[in-house]
């Protein structure tokens, strides 16, 4: 007889000779990243970048836990869905949050490096499924590594840029103020009119898409 010491989606649910099926999750975890992008700009500035990347990782971590008790293939469907929406819509919702906490001069770094961590997030999950035999558990270890990684930016708040633009100034002062006070440099902006804050809320439902532009179309030194 045939022993296995790993298990596979494919094999579990026979899938070997269904290339359509398994062609097909993989199709449906793009449909859902293609939702995200349709949706998400609209919720960054709705709603606020660090909102909506909370919602969008709490979305990945239910996809991820669920896929570990997972065990049809139409439920599959539900979660590659899921995943595909929290991923992309994490992704470039946390690109643009952190971005707008960078100096210029900084910007063309980070573009690298956040590419280059995605390559890794691969070379991870190499890892993972090489000691993990048991696809389930794959999933497990996925979402206590997205865990680790996304829980510091509970903690972070929505950017002054972001802030300025939808009209909240004193919100803006208090983030600068605490990043003043955590760089050792304590400020007091109580009388300071900061630039931007004109900015109408009409204005800022195009400040994300535009900024995606912006950022993606800087030169590289």
Known sequence: TWNISRTT?????????????????????????????IIGSYLYD???????????????????????????????????????????????GCYIWVLEFMPGKFRNYYNS????????????????????HNWNFIHLGCGIVFLICFLPFTFYPDSPRYLLSVGKEEEAKK?????GRLTNTPVSLKDVKLIGSE???????????????????????
């Not at 490096?113 to 499924?129: D, E, H, N, P, R």
């Open 113 to 132: 490096y956040s590419m280059l961590i995605w390559a890794i997030g691969y070379i991870i999950l190499v890892g993972i499924s090489y000691f993990i």
């Open 175 to 179: 983030v600068l103020e605490r990043y």
């Open 9 to 37: 989606l494919a094999v579990e649910w026979d899938l070997i000779c269904h290339q359509s099926k398994i062609t097909f999750l993989n199709s449906v975890y793009f449909i859902g990243a293609l939702i995200s992008l």
């Open 199 to 221: 900015n109408t809320k009409q204005d800022s439902r195009i400040s994300f898409r535009s900024k995606m532009r912006e950022y993606g179309n800087q030169p590289m030194n």
């Open 46 to 92: 709705a709603i606020g970048r660090r909102q909506t990347c909370i919602i969008a990782g709490t979305v990945c971590l239910v996809g991820n836990f669920l896929g570990v008790v997972c065990h049809s293939y139409y439920y599959m469907i539900a979660i590659r869905l899921s995943l595909g929406f929290g991923n992309f819509l994490a992704y470039s």
